[in-house]
């Protein structure tokens, strides 16, 4: 069988258990060359950040509520240093806002908005974000042609990507919350009944039932429902196992969460995660990565962070 063959079947057999399931596993797509060199670059970065946490500016015009706080702290297992580094974050951006408040609730308000944690799980597990502005390897993976295309056939050709970022689970966390992917935490149910995004995660490390490896509920997509936003148990559960350099997948509807990390080592991954492209990406890519980068960018690459794939000004 060639290649060309090969590369077809694994799309079309990762599409149909996307489609029945919510989720796919693509295993061994990454070479050791490659997972050699985007380990040692995330672990650069991963240590940089940690060593000098991101803050985000002064904020001096706004102040974050109380309200803002009390969910920040009960919604994610965060410490004190962070979440007070994270209500820094929330005050810059209010201010350079022009302290313009939502009409909602703090709970209600569409994630795509807010500040998240960088470190999380008490300092034991980090994130990496604008992934594509700090890790030259991950716009190859962005624009991988494999999963390029099986993106496409879930989103449409002209879908967009939403966020490329990096996690470290790191040992001894407790895992995360059930959840779907924004946008469709803060939909009504019964929710859409075809996607709105995928996650696609590169793995780094083995993904094991003991590291921090993603679980997911297969059939879930189809309920049209939420889960609670809990650590707890849930019938049906799986972990998705497989060694690094595949690549899991599933859509926004299926109920996923990180699972506990009970070894003496962190697992990493890269997570692309993508979108139809009338809803409004996680990331802002063109402020975030500077233009002269994203020149040197592949046509395809450039497309997929929002070049000519936002609204024009008009007048």
């Known amino acids: 069988m060639s290649s060309l063959q090969t590369a077809a079947s694994k799309i079309d057999a990762a599409l149909a258990h996307l489609l029945e399931h919510g989720y796919a596993i693509i295993e061994n797509v990454l070479s050791d060359a ?11 970065v991963l240590t940089t950040e940690r060593a000098a946490p991101i803050m985000g500016g002064n904020g001096a015009s706004a102040s974050a509520d109380a309200a803002m706080e009390a969910y920040m702290a009960d919604s994610y297992s965060v410490s004190a240093d962070e979440l007070a580094r994270l209500l820094q974050r929330v005050r810059t951006t209010r201010a350079a806002e ?13 994630k795509t908005f807010l500040h998240l944690p960088t470190l999380f799980d008490e300092d034991l597990s980090q994130r990496l974000w604008n992934l594509l502005n700090k890790v030259d390897g991950a716009g190859a993976l ?5 999963i390029l295309e099986l993106v496409g056939a879930i989103l449409g050709a002209d879908c967009v990507l ?17 959840h779907v992917d924004v946008p469709l935490g803060q939909l009504a149910e019964p929710l859409p009944d075809f996607p709105l995004t995928t996650q696609n995660v590169w793995m780094l490390d083995d993904f094991t039932e003991d590291n921090g490896a993603t679980r997911v509920v297969p059939g879930s997509h189809l309920s049209r429902r939420k889960p609670s936003w809990s650590e707890d148990a849930v019938p049906d559960e799986i972990t998705l196992t497989a060694p690094a ?5 599933w859509l926004s509807n299926t109920w996923h969460q990180s699972g ?4 003496e080592r962190p697992r990493r991954a890269i997570l692309c995660y993508y979108s139809r492209s009338w809803i409004k990406p996680f990331n802002d890519f063109r402020a975030g990565i500077p233009r002269e980068k994203a020149e040197q960018f ?10 000519s794939a936002q609204a024009p000004r008009r007048g």
């Not at 962005?142 to 494999?146: F, M, R, S, Y």
């Not at 350099?245 to 997948?249: E, F, H, L």
């Not at 506990?260 to 070894?263: D, L, M």
């Open 142 to 146: 962005v624009e991988h042609p494999l």
């Open 34 to 44: 490659q997972l050699s060199t985007l380990r040692s670059q995330v672990d650069e």
């Open 260 to 263: 506990p990390n009970k070894t």
């Open 298 to 307: 592949s046509p395809t690459l450039r497309y997929l962070i929002g070049y």
């Open 98 to 110: 022009l302290d313009t408040p939502w009409p909602v609730d703090i709970a209600e308000v569409n």
């Open 162 to 178: 939403s966020d490329c970022s990096a996690t470290s689970i790191g040992p001894g966390s407790g895992g995360g919350a059930w």
């Open 245 to 249: 350099g595949s690549v899991a997948m």
